[in-house]
């Protein structure tokens, strides 16, 4: 079998991220307030980790960062209501890794002692790391993939799983970001009722510079 094809099966990489009925409903679930919610896919602990974690990834500037947007609490109702079963389980398995190489970088033994900073040299560890490293760590967790898809039984390599993860969680951090309403409306480009249509315009003349919304 095709490493690749077993790298999907077994979950290591999300599929298509796109705006589906049930993503736009979560949405609007979000925007209500984070007060009374609580975690259905993610434990709470684990909740609290991917809090921080994305907080360091989108951080408050002049800008809402993920925690200002309840990210946290779309991306828990994206892995419980749309991601496949194969993500759940990898994310299942993948996610403890990644808390677990931070407490121990840290030398720390619990996720609420865990600090930005701690946090932060893990980002730098895993996804500024050189070509090189990124790429051995992606070759043995290829390798366990398709041992795990031929049935056999390999000890998941940890830097690949969390390397994996923790690209996963920034590909959805971002998406869900630039798809909330608060980003969309008063960040992005916006143009509820498309208006004339200019063509050969750079998008600094277009917009300012800025994406459009979605």
Known sequence: MQRRTALKNIGLSFGALTLSSTVVSLFESCQT??????PEFFTAEQAGFVSKVIDVMLPTTITPGANDLNLTQFMDGYMQYVASPEDRTFAQMALPIVSKLTLEA???TKADDITNEDIDIQLNRFLRADEA??????????????????GETLVIPEEGAAQAMINSLRRLAIFSFKNSEVIG?????YAPVPGEQKGCISVEEATGGRAWSL
């Open 33 to 38: 307030g984070a007060a009374a919610w609580s």
């Open 185 to 189: 409306e008063t960040v992005l480009a």
């Open 106 to 108: 840290a030398g720390k």
């Open 133 to 150: 490293t990124q790429e051995a760590r992606g070759k043995a967790l290829d390798v366990w993939a398709e041992a795990t898809e031929n």
